[in-house]
């Protein structure tokens, strides 16, 4: 009789889930006619979306064109060409730099290995998931698409769709955790700062006694 | 009690009443094709409603569109006919389970005012001609029914076979074993009603069922009446026949892909989809009709006009689609063992010993027994029940108890490749 009432029982909760509110956003991928709402869920600050490719504060670009990235990837989505630099006009500090750089949407799995693995901090992730494409020419990144702006905030092409504050914290991961994940430098700030936005402090909450 | 059939034929048959029947059946059509899209789009809102979602929301206002879009979605798709098919079946068989679908729905008394007691209960007048509001009233309506539900199994059943895949195959075998298993638990119960009001006839049940019923409190409805039990059974028995959720094992898209419409893609897959849920609603007005008084609602609300007929036809009927969604929103599905335990040992015995409690009762209305003879009756018969019920028991209890014994002795002899 008891197994018969808690048969019952299940009608009652989905039946009371119709007066519930609702958890679905009303998110429209940035193509709402007027009037109607289109909002996007909050994201966590280190979440993992499409890269960037970072500069110095003068303009000169982190890419030198070492491979590691391309090497680590477990999808092999990214390509990487180094180049020589002209000493006269360098594109990077160095002898090196990356002239082509390419990254496939279409095979990326947004590990972050390849932030990682990079020895001059050049790759780093945004929080934008949001750029479904209808083309596969689009979905191969260039560096030309890659590379952040002077004001080194990343580009905002047609296709994706960034809001209000989301090209911010372009280097999520590498303020919040140490590099290549060693506990002795917890706390300490390893990251060279984005072009315009300087060195922030690193996140604290990283080490096993303060999450116990 | 003889009640005249459909007064439109007691004339002489000519152009106008030929016209009124091609209008009634035009409009059941029509009808029919709305109702599956908004029983589509119905089930779709609610089912979020019940998950904390929105649901369809795009097309039209509420999303009450999403139906024909999908529609037009499906009808513009490439039509695959599969190489190993048998091509004749396999493109037959969408038809053969849409048009029971829409058969079925032409014997059910959608309106009328069913409260007049001077002999022309559930008559309307269309152009100054008297008739039902029903395509037809054939004398054996109930058994059109059934007919009519059996024969929808055969285009679950070619569409696995002619596919010629292994999957819908299983399906279809599914399919059939689960329809044909509860075909009979579910004539049973019709057995009752029909027993209760002697009659086959949909409008004559509705007219029996009308009225002030008993003590002018309870309407006098068939599941009160027969006494609830053939209303379970047939609620039971008749989800199960539509393969809906928790008896959806016919399409159990984690073991079967599909089911038997896996082959099928384009405006063919579509039109099985259509006779799905054009048999939900279908088996809800039939239930409507055959237990709960069809459209004579409870006589003491409102009791006047031909609308009113309608009305209440549609809000008991919208309340066993609510009711099919419910389902499908709560109960997971079930194994097809307990499927078939289910029919077989609890629906299809049940029915049957309350059939006879019903038939004996109605052989002692007819003899006249008095409140003796019926009590020793109701006893005796609990009686024997009882005696049945724990035979049955012991049947399943020894067969399972020697099961385990042989389990445990391959066990112990070591024959069983894992132990060894």
Request: aromatic share 14%.
């Amino acid at each position: 009789m008891a197994e018969l009432t808690e048969y019952f029982r299940g009608f009652a909760v989905t039946f009371k889930k119709l007066f519930e509110p609702r958890v679905t956003t009303d998110y429209r991928g940035g193509k709402a006619k007027p009037n109607q709402p289109d909002e996007k869920r909050q994201k966590v600050e280190r979440l993992h979306g499409r890269h960037v490719l970072n500069r110095y504060e003068d303009g000169m670009e982190k890419c030198i064109g070492c491979e590691l990235c391309a090497g680590v990837c477990p999808a092999n989505c990214i390509y990487v060409r180094g180049a020589d630099n002209d000493p006269d006009n360098p594109v990077s500090p160095g002898e090196r730099y990356g002239y082509v750089y390419e990254i496939n949407y279409l095979r990326c799995i947004h590990c972050d290995l390849c932030v990682e693995a990079c020895p001059t901090q050049a790759i780093t992730e945004t929080k934008l998931f949001e750029f479904s494409f209808t083309n596969r020419d689009d979905a191969i990144y260039t560096r030309d698409e890659l590379l952040v702006g002077d004001d080194g905030k990343p580009q905002q092409l047609p296709w994706e769709d960034w809001r209000e504050g989301e090209d911010d914290l372009t280097s999520g991961w590498m303020r919040a955790t140490s590099p290549s994940g060693d506990h002795r430098y917890e706390g300490v700030v390893q990251w060279k700062g984005e072009l315009g936005y300087g060195v922030r402090s690193a996140e604290l909450g990283q080490s096993v006694e303060e999450a116990q | 009690m003889i009640v005249a059939a459909d007064p439109l034929f007691d004339g002489s048959f000519g152009l106008p009443e030929l016209g009124i029947v091609l209008l009634k059946v035009v409009i059941a059509f029509a009808f029919l094709l709305f109702a599956v899209m908004f029983n589509i789009w119905f089930l779709r809102k609610v089912i979020s409603d019940m998950q904390n979602r929105i649901g369809p929301n795009l097309a039209g206002p509420w999303g009450i569109l999403v139906t024909l879009a999908d529609g037009i979605k499906l009808f513009f798709k490439e039509d695959l006919v599969p190489e190993k098919s048998h091509r004749f079946v396999f493109k037959l068989a969408p038809y053969l389970s849409l048009i029971p679908a829409f058969l079925v729905f032409a014997i059910v008394p959608i309106g009328g005012d069913f409260n007049r007691a001077d002999g022309t209960a559930g008559e309307v007048s269309i152009f100054g001609h008297d008739t039902f509001l029903q395509v037809a009233d054939p004398p054996v309506g109930v058994l059109f029914f059934l007919a009519m539900s059996s024969l929808a199994i055969y285009g679950v059943m070619l569409a696995g076979w002619g596919s010629g895949s292994k999957y819908p195959l299983l399906g279809s075998v599914r399919a059939s074993a689960q329809m044909v298993s509860y075909e009979a638990a579910l004539g049973l119960s019709i057995a009752a009603v029909v027993l209760v009001s002697g009659t086959l006839s949909m409008h004559e049940l509705v007219v029996l069922q009308s009225g002030q019923g008993f003590n002018a409190v309870v309407p006098g409805w068939n599941i009160f009446a027969t006494g609830f039990v053939p209303f379970v059974v047939f609620l039971i028995a008749g989800t199960a026949e539509l393969n809906h959720p928790p008896f959806d094992l016919v399409e159990a898209e984690q073991e079967l892909v599909g089911g038997f419409h896996t082959e099928y893609s384009s405006i063919r897959f579509a039109l099985f989809f259509l006779a799905e849920f054009m048999n939900q609603i279908t088996m809800a007005a039939i239930i409507v009709t055959l237990f709960l008084g069809g459209p004579s609602g409870p006589a003491f609300f409102f009791p006047a006009g031909w609308w009113i007929g309608l009305f209440w036809f549609f809000f008991k009927l919208m309340l066993f689609l609510f009711g099919f969604v419910w389902l499908r929103a709560t109960l997971p599905r079930f194994r097809y063992d307990q499927l078939m335990d289910l029919g077989w040992k609890l629906l299809i015995p049940l029915s049957l010993m309350w059939f006879l409690v019903l038939a004996g009762i109605q052989v002692g209305r007819e003899l006249g027994w008095g409140s003796v003879e019926q009590t020793i009756f109701v006893l005796g018969f609990g009686l024997v029940s009882l005696v049945c019920v724990a035979l049955l028991f012991l049947a399943l209890r020894s067969a399972r108890l020697r099961r385990l014994a042989d389990l445990d002795q391959e066990l112990t002899e070591g024959s069983v490749p894992w132990r060894s």
